[in-house]
């Protein structure tokens, strides 16, 4: 053990009992990187959590990439129909990034009852459709079957279900305008399953049933169908995979991600790296400053020390590890502790759902959190190291002591 660490240690058994005023000012330090710790922890959580679940939540109801017709336009229902015989489906095996892909079409229509009215798009779906990407959301009843005859099942949500007063098993007539005629052509159709994803977008608007009562209000062939959604296996390269979705349709198909589609809403998740960004600066700066005050303390008091240990021999580089190795201690302890209770903080939310959001806001109802080890090594090594380097400039100031002057300080 070298000298420098053997008198850090000495030091720090001895700075609790030296003086009431600089032990409280230490535990403020240890305090402040506590709480930035804390602080810090749950703003990437939760950032990361958000991003990541609202993502996954638009993913899930429209698909990573949609491949529609070009001479469509870029409302929700789909006017011109595509052929379903298509190369890339089903299995779109001309880009391998691509997991699934699902045949589907939309009309709007007008739900009806003896109070009310409200205006919804049907969704219509296949056999292909994947279930298993909304499990999560199915609140009651369960999931209609397409695979065999025309069936008059459907999935309602419980925003529009509540609003409209209906329950699990009623039956629901939606009326589609001709645009020819002008007149309503009603279909039945019975609630046998209901959902909430508090994607508002969504459950305010959007009714699920079989695509072929879609084909038949359109007069469409069998095998035509509005647009089909496209799932890949990495979210990230969205974009890299879409350029390649589009090189491999045909020359009258676009096709666009869910980025594009819903510019508005991951613009607005954007944000959040800067809010978490700057959290992160913040807490740095307000525990840095911290660890600088309690440093000056520290090297006030032991102004004696210093001068005799300079009588000694002993370099200014060598007293100054002595104070930094100290500051390192008080460090560790803060980042003890801060990661002690935020990732404690964390699991709680993550288990028992303490917070909760409004789901009109944040399109959770519940605030989620993520974050994984590399994040939690990566912030304290960062906050360590920043710390310290913020410590070495009040560290000079030693070398400023004179050793005559400092021996008779009082």
Not at 130 to 146: A, H, K, M, N, Q
Not at 166 to 172: A, E, I, Q, R, S
Not at 186 to 195: A, E, F, K, T
Not at 383 to 402: D, N
Request: glycine content about 6%; charged content about 20%; aromatic content about 12%.
């Amino acid at each position: 053990m070298n000298l420098e660490y053997f008198i850090a240690k000495r030091l720090n058994g001895a700075t609790s009992y030296k003086s009431s005023a600089s032990s409280t000012i230490i535990k403020i330090a240890i305090l402040a990187i506590t709480i930035g710790i804390v602080m810090m922890l749950i703003a990437i959580a939760v950032t990361l959590g958000l991003q990541q679940k609202i993502r996954s939540k638009v993913s899930a109801f429209n698909g990573d990439i949609l491949v529609s017709n070009f001479d469509g336009n870029n409302s929700e229902e789909t006017v011109n129909p595509i052929s379903i015989n298509q190369d890339f489906y089903p299995d779109f095996t001309s880009v391998p990034e691509v997991t699934h892909v699902q045949a589907v079409a939309t009309r709007a229509g007008i739900i009806r009852t003896a109070t009310d009215f409200e205006g919804v798009i049907l969704k219509g779906l296949g056999a292909d459709y994947d279930w298993s990407r909304i499990d999560d959301y199915l609140v009651e009843g369960r999931f209609p079957e397409f695979s065999g005859d025309l069936t008059t099942e459907m999935l309602m949500s419980r925003y529009l279900a509540n609003r409209l007063g209906f329950n699990l098993g009623d039956k629901v007539i939606i009326y589609f305008i001709n645009s020819e005629t002008g007149k309503p052509r009603p279909v039945r159709l019975d609630i046998v399953g209901i959902y909430e994803s508090a994607y508002q977008e969504f459950d305010k608007v959007y009714v699920m049933a079989d695509i072929r009562h879609v084909q038949r209000v359109n007069r469409w062939k069998k095998d035509e169908v509005g647009a089909f959604e496209v799932f890949v296996n990495d979210f990230d390269k969205v974009q890299d995979i879409n350029n390649k979705v589009y090189q491999n349709t045909g020359s009258f198909l676009r096709s666009m991600t869910v980025l594009e589609r819903n510019r508005n809403i991951f613009e607005w998740i954007k944000l959040f790296d800067f809010n978490m960004a700057l959290i992160i600066a913040v807490m740095i700066l307000v525990g840095g400053i911290n660890m600088i005050v309690a440093l000056l303390v520290l090297i006030l008091e032991r102004t004696r020390m210093i001068g005799v240990l300079k009588a000694l021999g002993s370099s200014d580089l060598s007293i100054r590890k002595v104070f930094i190795y100290n500051a390192m201690y008080l460090i560790f302890m803060g980042l003890f502790w801060g990661n002690f209770i935020g990732l404690g903080f964390i699991l709680i939310q993550k288990y028992a759902g303490v917070i909760t959001l409004n789901p009109e806001t944040y399109y959770v109802s519940v605030a989620p959190v993520y974050i994984t080890v590399g994040h939690v090594i990566a912030l304290n090594v960062g906050v360590f190291i920043l710390c310290i380097l913020m410590l070495l400039i009040p560290s000079y100031i030693i070398t400023k002591i004179s050793p005559v002057k400092s021996i008779r300080f009082e």
